[in-house]
């Protein structure tokens, strides 16, 4: 595939950006024990194939996921329309929380990720914002130093939102800013001189809903709604 250049001759790689898609944390009534491992709804499976269909005629040379299940079976249809096999990074999986502790924490603050310093302790969190902004960012950059042109990341709502603050120049406190739509997609094009150095990032489209049908929407984001469920689930049990 013939090398994308901007304007200036810089080479200029695009990535396909992609949340996985609904997944439900609450099946049988209570937070599953470990969030790894959920899987995709029947919901989240339709948005599957809405995006594979929604991506039909765009050059993939590589689909990369965060090995996850909810990420792998998200991009399982775009990878089956263009023969090729889903690479698993996982130095890119979610930011790592513990569903145990929600109950003596302040679960509120689920729905506004990272925005103060004591985030960590109300969420349940394992790993530190900083830590795991690092974490995703470094890896990002190694996989833009590899040979390319234009390749899908499916991957998860707080990593896509570090990713963001990282395009923006921003601190990982604003990554609520960045919420999205499960199997949303955003376009992201980083140019790049001959020496490797990145001199541009540009947000192209943001939070492209899979179902074009539908483009508005709700008035709570994606991390306030887990945070409500949560919370209603804690009081029934008192």
């Keep these: 595939?013939?090398?994308?250049?901007?304007?200036?001759?810089?080479?200029?790689?695009?990535?396909?950006?992609?949340?996985?898609?609904e997944v439900n944390y609450m099946p049988e009534g209570k937070v599953v024990k470990d969030p790894n491992e959920v899987d995709l709804t029947d919901k989240g499976l339709m948005q599957a194939r809405l995006i594979d269909k929604n991506t039909k005629n765009i050059h993939f040379e590589r689909i990369l996921s965060s090995g996850l299940p909810r990420t792998i079976q998200t991009g399982a249809h775009m990878a089956e329309r263009r023969n090729i096999k889903i690479e698993?990074?996982?130095?890119?999986?979610?930011?790592?929380?513990?569903p145990k502790s929600f109950k003596n924490n302040d679960v509120k603050q689920?729905?506004?990720?990272?925005?103060?310093?004591?985030?960590?302790?109300?969420i349940g969190g394992i790993e530190e914002a900083d830590e795991f902004y690092e974490r995703v960012v470094?890896?990002?950059?190694?996989?833009?130093?590899?040979?390319?042109?234009?390749?899908?990341?499916?991957?998860?709502?707080?990593?896509?939102?570090?990713?963001?603050?990282?395009?923006?120049?921003?601190?990982?406190?604003?990554?609520?800013?960045?919420?999205?739509?499960?199997?949303?997609?955003?376009?992201?094009?980083?140019?790049?001189?001959?020496?490797?150095?990145?001199?541009?990032?540009?947000?192209?489209?943001?939070n492209i809903p899979p179902d074009l049908s539908d483009v508005d929407s709700d008035i709570r984001s994606s991390w306030e709604s887990t945070a409500s469920k949560i919370i209603s689930l804690n009081e029934k049990a008192i």
């Design 1 to 21: 595939m013939k090398k994308n250049n901007s304007l200036d001759g810089h080479t200029r790689k695009r990535i396909y950006l992609f949340r996985h898609g």
């Design 88 to 98: 698993s990074y996982p130095q890119l999986k979610e930011y790592q929380w513990d």
């Design 110 to 122: 689920f729905g506004y990720l990272f925005e103060n310093s004591k985030s960590k302790e109300a």
């Design 138 to 206: 470094n890896q990002i950059q190694k996989i833009l130093k590899e040979e390319w042109n234009q390749i899908a990341l499916v991957l998860h709502g707080a990593v896509n939102a570090a990713i963001m603050c990282w395009m923006s120049d921003i601190d990982i406190s604003f990554a609520s800013k960045f919420d999205q739509d499960h199997a949303a997609l955003n376009i992201l094009d980083i140019d790049i001189t001959e020496n490797g150095k990145i001199i541009r990032k540009s947000i192209r489209r943001y």
